[in-house]
């Protein structure tokens, strides 16, 4: 898995962790991303399906 995360943009990889491992609200993390919270919502679900694809 850590392989996997590691392959994600940097973008990515900010939002899941921080939405993710730290749990903070989705607000924070689109903040720390630089983007508004609608386009963290949506890269957030890319960014979860483009994981699950690389840990298979």
Excluded: S
Excluded at 5 to 29: C, D, N, S
Excluded at 32 to 38: E, K, R, T
């Amino acid at each position: 898995m850590v392989r996997a995360f590691k392959r994600l943009p940097e973008l990515g990889q900010v939002l899941l962790w921080h939405a993710e491992v730290q749990a903070e609200h989705i607000a924070t993390a689109a903040a720390l991303a630089g983007l508004d919270v609608a386009e963290a919502r949506q890269e957030l679900e890319r960014v979860r399906r483009q994981l699950r694809v690389g840990c298979r």
